[in-house]
C-alpha cells in the first residue's frame, strides 16, 4: 500500500468529479447544426483557392461554356461528373452541355473547383445530401444551380467552463 | 477487451491455436494467428493482406494531382502526414518549389494531422483497457482539432490540400486566434488525462513491464516511430533529415527508456505537447505571401527518379517515385511505418499472455489499411 | 401500421375510452347477477363500487381486507419491500447512465420523457417485454428458465430483514447482520446456472471465471464487517445503528469501510472487477443468451442486491438513520443511499479493467490479510473502549 497507489486513485476520481460539472460537449444534431462560414471557392487568374467548406457544388449557368474540364479532372479520381445536354439557349454556352454531379461517387476533394478556368464552379456548406433513392443522388446542372439555405447556428467555443456548443 | 469469433483449432497437447480474426472491433481488419499455452502465447503469426487493392499499382494510373486523394485514402487518419512525402517527390520531379510560406503552412497540417492520429489512437487505447472516459474524452477533444483541420482544409478527413507546388488556399484570417484558443484548453485538458489515466496505478498495473521492447531488439527488426523512441533511441526524421522548414523551429524529442507499453503511451502524449509547441513557433515565424506556385498547365515530370522519408504520425514514411517523363508516374513504391512495425509486433506477443494482447498490439499503433494499402 | 407518435397516442386513449365504457357495462350485471347466485350481501357489493371511485372509501375497504399500509402485506409487496426496492434499482439504472455521461462531458439518455430522459427505464422496460425470449435449442430447459427466477428472487429476499427507520422493516431478527450475506453467497450458483444452462462453450468459461473471481472476495467481504460486530456486540442491524449515534462507524473502522466498499464492486461485477462481462471469446459472460425479459429480470436482481449492498454499507458504517432531528430518519438514510450509489457508479468513470489474475490476487492475498488487520484493529478499539 505505497502512496502512489492512493494518490493515483484519488486524483483519477478528483478529476472525474471535476469534470461531472462542466459543460457538456455534445452537439445535439439535428435541432442544433454547426455553423460553417463559406464554401470553397478557387480563383483561376492567380490559381489560389479560398478557405472554406467542400460540400455540394454550386454551377453558375450564365458563366459555364461546357469546356468540360471539370469532367477531365475528375476522370481518374471519382469519376462522378458527366457533362449532360441542357435546354435553352445560354449564350456562354455554344455546345448546351453542362455538369452532372453523382454524390454517390464523389469524394468531395474539390479539384474540379480548381479545374475550371471559369470560376463558375464552386462548393458550398451545404453537407445534408442523403437520399432514399440511388437515383436521386444524380444532381442536375439546375439542381447544382441552387444555392443552398443556412443552417447552422452553434459554434464549438473551447472554454473554461469545458468545450461546448453554443 | 473487444469481442472476436474465433475458430478455435485443437492441436494437440496443450496449445491452442486462435484466429482472431478481421472481424475485430476496435483492431481494424486483421488477422492474428495465435498459438497459445494456458495463458501464454507460444506463436503469433500477423496475416495482413485482408484490405489489400492494389493502391501501388492504381496510381500508376493517375496523374500527380489526381494521384493525391487516392494515395491519401490509405492512412485516411493522417491525410496530410502521408500526402505530403508524396507530394515533395512529386516536386522534385516536375522540378518545381514550393513559396517559403506554402511549406511553413504544410508543417500546420502536418502537425495538426500528427495531433489528431495521437488523439485517436489514445481514445482506442482506453477502450481496449476497459477506460470509458478514455475513449470519449480524446474522441471529444479531437473535434476541436478537426475543426481547426477543417477550416483549413475544408473537410474533416480527408483535405486533399497539399499540391505540387504550394498548398491549395490560404489559412483564413482569424486562424491563429482560434488554434491558440484550442491549444491553451488542449493544454489544461492534458493535465487531466495524466491525472486520470497516466498516473493511474490500475493503467500502470496494466501497461508497465509488458511488451518490453529492448533497445538493441528495436534497431535489430527495424521499428519506426514512437516505439523506437519509447526504447531509448533518438531519432526523429524531422530532425535527422529535416525537410520543409523543420530546421527553423527549436522542438524536444520525447524518449523513453524502458521500453514497455507504458512508455509508448507516455512518448506519444509528449508527442502531442511538442506538436502545439512547433505550430506556435509557426505562427512567429510565418510571413505574408504567396502560397502555391503558378504551374500553368499539365504536370509532367522529367525523366528520373526521387525518394522522400517524412515522419507521418505513426512513424517513417518513405516515397519513392520513377517517371519516364509522362504526365502518369510509372512506379510509385510506399514503404509504410504499420508495416515495418508488425515484425515487432509478432516479436513482442510471443511470451506474453493473451489478455496482455490488446495492450500491446495497440501500444504499437498498427493500422491494417495502411499496412495493406 | 402505427407511423407517429400522435397515431399512437389516440389508439391508447381510443383503448382507454373503451375499456372505461364497456367495463362498467359488463362488470356490474355480473356483479349483481352473483347476489342470488352466492348470496353475497348488496351492501357489500355497493361497497367495492364506491370503493373504486372514492379513495378514501377505498383504503377503509384495504384495511378491513388486511392490505393497508401497515400490514405486512403492504411492507413486503411496497414499501419497504419488493416494489420500492425495484423502484430504486430502476432509477439507479438510469442515474448512472446520467452520471457517467456527465462525467464523460456527454448527454445520458435524453429523448425519453421531456426532461433529460427520466422516463428511459420505461422505454427500456417497453423494450425488453417486446422481445422474442429465444431460448437456444441444447440448453437445459429446466434451468435455462430458472436462472432469472432465482436471481430475482434472491435479490427480493435479502430486503427480509434490513431495516430503513426504527419504525420502518419488515421483520426484525437478533441475527438480521447475517441473514443477508448468507443468502449474498448464493449468487455464485445463479451465476453456475445460468452458465451451465446456456450450453454455449464461452459462456461457461465466462461464468467460471465469475465464479472464481466471487469465491475470492466472498472471505474479505464476511470479515470486515466483523470488525463493527466486535465494536457493538450484537449481530441486529438495529443495535448496530443506534450504536453510531455519537460517532460513525467509518472513522473508527476506516480500513474496513474501504475494504467492504471493494468487495461490493466485486460482488456485483462492476469495474475495475468487470473481466466477466468484458472479455475477448465472451460477448456478455454468463449472460450472453438471455434476451428480452430473461435478462430484465437477471439485471433486476443483480440491481436490487446493489441496492442492498449499499443499504448495508450505510446502516454499517455511515451511521444509518442518524442525523439532526429536523428530518425523519428515513430521509436521513435515503440521502446517505445515495451518496453510497454515486460512489459504487464513479469508478466505472475512472478506472479502468484489472486482468484477472490481478484481481484474484487481490482478493485471495491482499484483502484476507488487510481485513483480518482490521478486526485486530477493531478488537483493541473496543478494548479500550472507543466507543
Redesign the interface.
Known sequence: MNYKLISG?LG??V???R??F?????L?YPEEHLEIESGYTYDAKTETGSPGFKGRHILYTDKCTGCSLCAIACENIADCIDMVKVEGSWPTNPKNIMPQIDYGRCVFCGFCVDACPFDCLFMTPEYELSATDKRKLVHTPFQLAVFPEKKGNVKLIPDDR??YHD | ????V?NVVDQGGDRLVLH?GPQHPGSGHFRIIVTVDG?YIVDAKPDPGYVHRGAEKMAEYRDYIQNIPHLERPVIIDASGVTLPYVLAAEKIIGVEPPVRAEYIRMIMAELNRIISHLYWLAIY?IF??????F??PM?DRELFIDLAESIGGTRVTFSYIVPGGVRNDIPINFKERALKTFDYFEKRIKEYEK??FN?P??A??TEGIGVLKKDDAIRLGITGSNLRASGVDSDTRKDEPYCMYKKVDFDIPTRQEGDSYARCVVRLRELQQSMNIIKQVFDLIEPGPVKQVLGGVMRGEPGEAFVRTEAARGTMFYHIVSDGDKIPYRVKISVPSFRNLIGMSHLLIGS??????AIYWSLDYWPVEADR | MIETFEEFVKRILALLFWFILLSPLIIFPILFLLVPIFGIDVTTVNEILTASIDPIKALKLVEELGLGPSSTFFKVVAFPGFTFAALVATITILYERK?????????GP?YAGRFEGFLQPIADLFKLLGKELIVPEKADKAFFWAAPILSLALGASLLAVIPLSPTIYIARSDFSLLIPFAIIGFSPLVVLIAAWASSNKFAFIGGLRALHQLAAYEIPMLISILGVVVLTGSFDLMEIVEAQKNMWFIIPQFLGAIIFYITILSELER??F?LPE????I?SGWLTEYTGMHFGLLQLGVYIKFYVLALLFTLLFLGGWNGPAFLPPVVWLLTKLFFVISLII?????????????LIRIGWAWLIALSFINLFIAVIESSLGVI
Not at chain 2, 499472455?353 to 490488446?358: C, F
Open positions: 486513485i483519477a476520481f478529476v472525474g468529479l469534470n461531472v462542466k459543460r457538456r460537449m455534445t445535439k469545458g468545450a | 477487451m473487444p469481442n472476436s474465433m482472431v495463458d482506453g483497457l476497459g477506460h470509458s472516459t478514455m470519449m474524452w471529444g486520470i489515466f493511474n490500475l493503467m498495473a496494466r499472455r493473451l489478455a496482455d494482447m490488446p | 452520471l457517467i455521461a456527465k462525467t464523460q462531458l456527454r448527454v435524453l469495474v475495475p468487470d468484458a472479455e475477448t471469446e460477448v464513479f469508478p466505472r468513470a475512472v478506472l479502468p479493467r484489472l486482468r484477472l489474475d490481478q
